[in-house]
């Protein structure tokens, strides 16, 4: 209960504090890609409840001939590529965790196809809200492996504190403060997860 009144309570004091922030990165979205302003999905939460995450927009949607939206590195220009590698995009999330959908720090929701490819253990990473940073993102981001992901978040779910979600929240800051993390190439993502078995 803590844990979600401090949440909610950040959440609602981070969106008055970058309003301007986030009004500008809109603003800059709109002119150079158009609408829609924000993405959302569809992700699996606590204890896998369906929610729509909110992110800002990062690449445009250019198709090719046959109305196929073209890969990633050739959709992603310039404005999505800093407001993805400075984690701006994640600033919408604000919004799942001011409506109880997110917390701060936890495993971060991944797609819902996954869901049916987990084994028991690693579908404990969703007895915890998901989170908009978590254990795992400090400790690797994308150049671990899903293994490792996975048990890092399975780690945070039998070890979370207050203290321990202060700690993700520091070193969270300080990756974005210094970039570190960061490919070169923002437009690569990780690999799909196919399963225990690849």
Same mark, same amino acid.
């Given at each position: 209960?803590?844990?979600?009144?401090?949440d909610k309570t950040l959440a609602l004091l981070l969106l008055l504090l970058f309003a301007p922030v986030i009004i500008m990165i809109? @603003? !800059?979205?709109?002119?150079?890609?158009? /609408? *829609?302003?924000?993405?959302?999905?569809?992700?699996?939460?606590?204890?896998?409840? !369906?929610?729509?995450?909110?992110?800002? /927009?990062?690449?445009?949607?250019?198709? $090719?001939?046959?109305?196929?939206? !073209?890969?990633?590195?050739?959709?992603?220009?310039?404005?999505? /590529?800093?407001?993805?590698?400075?984690?701006?995009?994640?600033?919408?999330?604000?919004?799942?965790? @001011?409506?109880?959908?997110?917390?701060?720090?936890?495993?971060? *929701?991944? @797609?819902?196809?996954?869901?049916?490819?987990?084994?028991?253990?690693?579908?404990?990473r969703h007895d915890v809200l998901p989170g908009i940073t978590g254990w795992a993102q400090v400790n690797g981001r994308n150049a671990?492996?899903?293994?490792?992901?996975?048990?890092? $978040?399975?780690?945070?779910?039998?070890?979370?504190?207050?203290?321990?979600?202060?700690?993700?929240?520091?070193?969270?800051?300080?990756?974005?403060?210094? /970039?570190? $993390?960061?490919?070169? $190439?923002?437009?690569?993502?990780?690999?799909?997860?196919?399963?225990?078995?690849?």
């Amino acid at each position: 209960m803590c844990k979600i009144v401090f949440d909610k309570t950040l959440a609602l004091l981070l969106l008055l504090l970058f309003a301007p922030v986030i009004i500008m990165i809109g @603003l !800059l979205i709109w002119i150079k890609m158009g /609408r *829609p302003i924000l993405f959302r999905q569809i992700r699996p939460g606590y204890h896998g409840e !369906l929610f729509g995450i909110y992110k800002f /927009r990062t690449m445009t949607n250019e198709k $090719d001939s046959d109305g196929t939206l !073209l890969p990633d590195d050739q959709r992603l220009i310039g404005i999505g /590529r800093f407001i993805r590698s400075t984690s701006l995009d994640e600033l919408p999330q604000l919004l799942n965790v @001011l409506k109880g959908e997110m917390s701060f720090v936890g495993p971060r *929701p991944l @797609l819902v196809e996954y869901l049916e490819l987990y084994n028991a253990e690693q579908l404990r990473r969703h007895d915890v809200l998901p989170g908009i940073t978590g254990w795992a993102q400090v400790n690797g981001r994308n150049a671990i492996t899903w293994g490792q992901k996975f048990a890092y $978040d399975v780690w945070y779910v039998d070890h979370r504190s207050f203290w321990l979600d202060m700690k993700i929240l520091w070193m969270t800051f300080l990756k974005v403060v210094k /970039r570190s $993390d960061i490919s070169s $190439d923002t437009s690569v993502t990780m690999e799909k997860f196919k399963g225990n078995a690849q």
